[in-house]
């Protein structure tokens, strides 16, 4: 195995850029020989916890760093993705735009999520995936 | 970035196609509900063909989801093809929410298109 | 603080049953002098995470445990909850009967949620609650 | 186990009220969908109090706004009582879904009563 390094992204919070942080962390699934149908989950997982940072995280109003941070890392057979961003907190929402099929699908895929509030504020969102 | 594509066709036989190419989710949504309203608007049935999409989330499930309950309420046929082509994701996000048990899913656009055209009984014995 | 122990308690998955569990914990919460407004949370968390297991765990035919298990512990300023099944597993379901409103609101009253595969079948569902 | 009642009361004043005592969750959302259903058939305005609820969770709320849905989108009233008497965690929950945006939210039975029995332009400015 090869040591491919970590992954540290920080792009404003928008749906142009969920491809863009897609695409790396594609990349860095590649650089540890990530194969599918493994490849396909962290994907997945990746793009709708970035989609809830997009759709949830900053509805009210703009804030001085509307960004999404993701950090990926690998720790002998664990993988861990995670996806911060400095919104209002994690909050339901009965006017939601999507079916709520986001979080079951990160769940569903993942060996473990956890989410929790952020340092200073925001929500942090941990997902482990095992190699093994 | 890959290559990425939304069309609309319509087919003689009685249904609109639309074909996903590439990797679609939120930032494609808005374009691919514009698609399935044009395809509806057409007034026969809808086929939407994934067999060359790479990659889908929940967001372009939300919008089929939508598409499938207006058109089949309208008594018109809806069919989806994931095929050899689609991405992993593709097919992993069909067998993790079970939407086959909720759309009629094909894995050869002709299939489709037939079940598509002839309304939503036929579409439903996938 | 008085050590008011642990409370463990294995019930059938029945609606019926949700409120038994959330008098349980509150009366273990009521042991460990735990105030309102961290109270209220913590049974809203709970009654949740139940209403998840009966609503969508056992969904795919009978099983020999078709049981909610619920472990609750307090160390130091943490408490920790935990709800596991021995259903299907964690998945997303279109079909879903709710507004998707549970795991969001677990979510924002807990200080840390973590959801992941049950050792050999279901789901645990492991809850923190800072007292601090 | 606490005591716990659903009642439906219809008023004179063009409303019917469904009263929650007690804790509610998915062991009685049958009793309050049906409930809920008996207040609407009743034609006029909707006001669920719950000023005598110590216990409400999501499942509830489900059932709450689909009430709110049917009953606004006939051109009714309906209103909500969340007041001193509620439990901690009604009020957590409708401060945590922001359910005051969706619905008119009174402290006092008969300032929701009023709004709910003149319409839901009234009922939408509390
Ligand atoms: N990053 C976030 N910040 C604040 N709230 C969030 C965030 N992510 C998710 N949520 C809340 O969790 C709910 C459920 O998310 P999800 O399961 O993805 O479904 P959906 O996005 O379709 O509503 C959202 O409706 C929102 O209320
Ligand atoms: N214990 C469980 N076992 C299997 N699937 C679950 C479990 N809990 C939740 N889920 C899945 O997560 C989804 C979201 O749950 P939740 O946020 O509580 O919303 P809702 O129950 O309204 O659908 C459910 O629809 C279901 O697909």
């Known amino acids: 195995m090869s040591e491919a390094g970590q992954l540290e992204l920080t792009v404003p919070s928008s749906a142009e850029n969920i491809p863009l942080i897609r695409h790396a962390v594609a990349g860095f699934l590649d650089g540890h020989s990530i194969p599918e149908p493994l490849a396909a989950d962290v994907l997945l997982a990746v793009t709708e916890a970035c989609t809830n940072v997009v759709q949830h995280a900053y509805i009210d109003g703009e804030r001085d760093a509307a960004d999404i941070e993701l950090a990926a890392e690998r720790e002998g057979p664990v993988l861990t993705i995670s996806v911060r961003d400095h919104g209002r907190g994690f909050a339901p929402r009965v006017d939601s735009p999507g079916l709520g099929l986001g979080l079951p699908v990160i769940a569903a895929v993942t060996q473990n999520v956890e989410i929790r509030p952020a340092p200073e504020e925001g929500t942090l969102v941990v997902m482990s995936f095992s190699l093994d | 970035m890959s290559a990425r594509a939304i069309s609309v066709l319509r087919q003689n036989g009685g249904a609109s196609v639309v074909t996903l190419l590439g990797e679609h989710d939120l930032s494609t949504a808005e374009e691919l509900r514009s698609a399935l309203g044009d395809a509806s608007a057409a007034g026969d049935g809808v086929v939407v063909d994934l067999s060359q999409a790479h990659f889908i989330d929940s967001a372009v499930l939300s919008a089929l989801i939508a598409s499938h309950r207006e058109v089949t309420g309208d008594g018109r046929g809806w069919a989806v093809v994931v095929g050899r082509g689609s991405g992993a994701a ?11 048990a909720l ?19 036929a579409a439903s014995e996938a």
């Open chain 2, 90 to 100: 593709v097919r992993r996000i069909f067998e993790l929410t079970g939407l086959d």
């Open chain 2, 103 to 121: 759309m009629a899913v094909y894995e050869r656009a002709d299939d489709a298109l037939t079940a598509a055209s002839s309304g939503p009984e």
